[in-house]
């Protein structure tokens, strides 16, 4: 399609505003055109194909990105895609001229990630902006945007495809110069964008250099896993599980899901490692981010965050992203039942795949193997001892509960022996799993709870003072019969049968320090359960019967998220035959 001025009554529907104030902002944009315009080139045979084999080779897309500075003295984006017709080329630089819709009802129906013909007017406005492009069978030609003057179309010679250098960004705009980032900032906010667009678009071969050195690069094969390793390193990519769509077909949800998400043994500090796409388009979302992460629940180090590459698909008149000048948000209509899906799928992702994490006494011969640096990855299968690991493969969940005890350690472990190897249990975090799950059912198994021969009395947690009628009603959906008491204080009368009354007062007086000491945040009811168990948990150091021991095996057989306690601690370590046999030189 040519490239055509939009009419005024589409421009007014447009979601105008400032595209470019930061160098990211104008990286993002260009790569948005190349993913556009590569993904418009029709995918044909390799030139000069020959032989049979070769039939099957299709044409991978390119794009590559070079920043100097942060992007402020230069950007250069070059791609393989349709390139722009010679005659197109000034109507390039025109406001609100594209060749992506043509009527306010194509918004409607948005296939592409550009829509409003303004990146490339607006980069015009703040910087030299030159693009040398050429259409298949055309010989090429440049047009270039000096001090805001767009220049004439002269021919220059360039493979299929179009190149975009933007030069001295902001230089003559000394009210938005002050507000630049630091070089440094800028880059890494731009390998961050590039990461993202990369891993929604696997297909695409993308290559990132800052200042002359190359900072990243992916293979273009298709496969998401394959971009996971080149950008986060062997490790990571081997411990993503591929995303579980939606489970329940009775919804009758027209949701897609798919991408990889991180075992939960995979936790960071920052929420940096969740990337979202709508329909493939990166976004920021609180909410998505929220549901994924709602779906590790408990299974995280409390503060951690999980690694997520996740593409949400709905059909296009869903999904508004004409909402925010950077395209970042979106609105999709049917935002409730979506989250609700992602959340679900997250959850049964984990349940199938939680086993019990083995124990890596030394780095192991395979993980020596792996390249160091993960801009060259090499197969790290054919040389590591072993068979590769497939995380797609659902792993064994064991029955603990038939494993032989041997006994406890520390006072604080049971340690015992099945047919993979060596079984350590911590008892703590396997009761705390255990007592949890209890307390999260508890309600619904009320009529069993334990009536006190002497109601406990203790006062309110003093940050929850003030939402004392909420306090107690979460302690009744937590299978409690309590009420207020007299200024500041509650009666229970009957407790969860999974919590033993012996020390009730002393893990309701605990309960509460602890959630004083945090404060009553929005979180505070997942909280309160965390801590019931926590509290009431077997501690270490205390010492256990055998057919103790065997109960809380049993028990932990029932949880559902056996392999972690409430906190994302593994419960349970495995020290498999094989390693030991390794660690003794037996093999
Ligand atoms: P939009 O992407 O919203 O259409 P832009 O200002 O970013 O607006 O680009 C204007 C037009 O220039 C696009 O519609 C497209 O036709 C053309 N264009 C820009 N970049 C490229 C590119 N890398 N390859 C092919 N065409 C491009
Ligand atoms: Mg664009």
């Not at 009210?175 to 929604?200: C, D, F, M, P």
């Not at 981010?289 to 629940?297: L, R, V």
């Not at 200024?487 to 320090?513: K, Y």
Request: a negative charge; proline letters at 6%; hydrophobic letters at 45%.
């Amino acid at each position: 399609m040519s490239i055509r001025q939009l009419s005024p009554d589409v421009i007014a529907q447009i979601a105008a505003g400032e595209v470019i104030t930061r160098a990211g902002d104008a990286v993002k944009e260009l790569i948005e055109n190349a993913v556009d315009a590569v993904l418009a080139r029709p995918i044909r045979r390799e030139a000069g194909a020959s032989s049979e084999l070769a039939e099957d080779f299709v044409r991978v897309g390119r794009i590559s990105i070079e920043i100097w500075d942060g992007g402020y003295t230069r950007i250069r984006v070059a791609d393989d895609g349709c390139g722009i017709a010679a005659e197109d080329l000034p109507a390039a630089f025109r406001r609100h001229a594209t060749s992506k819709i043509e009527s306010a009802d194509d918004l409607e129906r948005l296939a592409t990630l550009g829509f409003r013909g303004e990146a490339l007017a607006a980069l015009a406005a703040v910087a030299d902006v030159a693009i040398v492009s050429a259409t298949e069978g055309a010989p090429g030609a440049q047009i270039a945007a000096k001090g805001g003057a767009v220049g004439s179309v002269v021919p220059q010679a360039r493979r299929t495809g179009t190149s975009v250098t933007v030069d001295r960004l902001f230089d003559r705009v000394p009210a938005r110069r002050k507000y630049q980032r630091a070089a440094s900032s800028e880059t890494a906010h731009i390998g961050a964008i590039v990461q993202a667009y990369a891993l929604a678009y696997p297909e695409i071969a993308f290559a990132l250099e800052c200042d002359a050195r190359p900072v990243l690069r992916t293979s273009g094969s298709g496969d998401l896993r394959d971009v996971a390793t080149a950008l986060f390193g062997p490790e990571v990519a081997r411990n993503l599980l591929v995303l579980r769509g939606p489970p329940d077909e009775q919804t009758g949800d027209t949701v897609g899901l798919s991408g990889l998400i991180g075992a939960p043994s995979l936790h960071r500090a920052t929420r940096n490692g969740i990337f979202l796409t709508v329909n493939r388009r990166p976004v920021d979302s609180r909410s998505l981010t929220y549901a994924i992460e709602d779906g590790y629940a408990t299974q995280l180090p409390i503060g951690r965050h999980p690694v997520a590459l996740v593409d949400i698909c709905v059909a296009p008149h869903e999904v508004d992203a004409n909402v925010h000048p950077t395209k970042r948000e979106v609105r999709l209509l049917r935002d409730r039942p979506i989250f609700g899906t992602v959340h679900r799928a997250v959850r049964a992702t984990l349940m199938e795949a939680v086993g019990i994490p083995t124990l890596d006494v030394r780095p192991t011969f395979a993980a020596t193997a792996m390249p160091e640096n993960p801009l060259d990855p090499a197969p790290a299968s054919l040389f590591g001892a072993g068979p590769p690991v497939d995380p797609s493969d659902p792993i064994d969940r064991p029955r603990l509960g038939s494993l032989r005890i041997l006994g406890q350690i520390a006072l604080t472990y049971i340690i015992c022996e099945g047919r993979a190897g060596l079984y350590l249990v911590d008892q703590h975090a396997a009761h705390e799993r255990v007592l949890l799950e209890r307390l999260e059912r508890a309600y619904a198994d009320r009529q069993r709870a334990q009536i006190l021969l002497d109601p406990v009395v203790v006062d309110l947690p003093r940050a929850l003072r003030g939402a004392a009628d909420e306090y107690v009603a979460a302690l009744a959906r937590l299978g409690f019969d309590a009420a207020l008491f007299g200024d500041g204080a509650i009666i229970v009368r009957s407790v969860p049968s999974a919590l033993r009354a012996r020390q009730l007062d002393q893990v309701l007086r605990e309960t509460h320090e602890a959630l004083d000491e945090l404060g009553a945040g929005p979180d505070w009811r997942e909280r309160l359960a965390l801590l019931l168990s926590c509290k009431t948990a077997v501690k270490a150091g205390q010492r256990l019967e055998m057919a103790e021991m065997q109960a809380l095996l049993n028990q932990l057989d029932e949880a559902e998220l056996c392999a972690t306690c409430s906190h994302g601690r593994p419960t349970a370590l495995l020290l498999s035959h094989a390693q030991l046999e390794r660690e003794f030189g037996r093999r």
